[in-house]
């Protein structure tokens, strides 16, 4: 999902008037809302400013995700406003998603603080496959919000049992869990941590990874 959020009222010397977007998925069937993540925020978006003003330019946001089901979804993006520490109204998306490839963080959460050191831990699968989980590998990293530099935290141990996502999805992903016990030492300071699977059997040409991203997550 990407786009782009400012405050119009925001003076010369505010920036945006953003700091933040937060994305959630409603499923058009009813049920809860799913948080789909926390977008990073400041992508460049020239079109925006050459409308709005040199300040704007910076208002883009982009989130990619790979942990909803199948199914008919309205997607709700909530801009924050860095004066009033609130949410505005969210621009809304109506989307269909077929069945594919899936990832999940069940740790860390978002929006919790954790000391170190710490254990990244959650399942991929690849719902179009028949046999096995359709997924071979599994890469972790964090993106420190601080700078935006990323770390490379490790390949996770991938084939995990998982018995709730084999009976939720069919008994062939029983063994999709995947569980990183991270030793790199990450300085204090806000993370999100991203969550990378390779499919076993991509399409020819297509890009073997697919990912997730948790909310924000402080790290001491």
Known sequence: MAGWALNPETPPSGGTGI????VWAFPQAGGSAVFV???PYGVDRQDVATQYGPQFRYSGYRL????????EYTLAAYPHYAGTARYGAPAVSPI???AGPMVWVDQPAGSTTI???FTVSGWALDRRVSAGTGIDQVLVYARRLSDGTYVYLGAAQSGQPRPDVGSALGSTF???GYR???TTALPPDFYQFGIYARSANPAPGAFPYFETWTGIVEVQ
Not at 19 to 22: E, L, N, V
Not at 64 to 71: I, N, Q
Request: no cysteine; hydrophobic share 40%; aromatic share 4%.
């Open 96 to 98: 269909h998603l077929a």
């Open 174 to 176: 029983v063994n999709s």
């Open 37 to 39: 993540g926390a977008a």
């Open 115 to 117: 000391g170190q050191p």
């Open 64 to 71: 990619t995700t790979s942990h909803l089901w199948a199914g």
């Open 180 to 182: 990183l016990d991270v």
């Open 19 to 22: 700091d933040g977007i937060d």
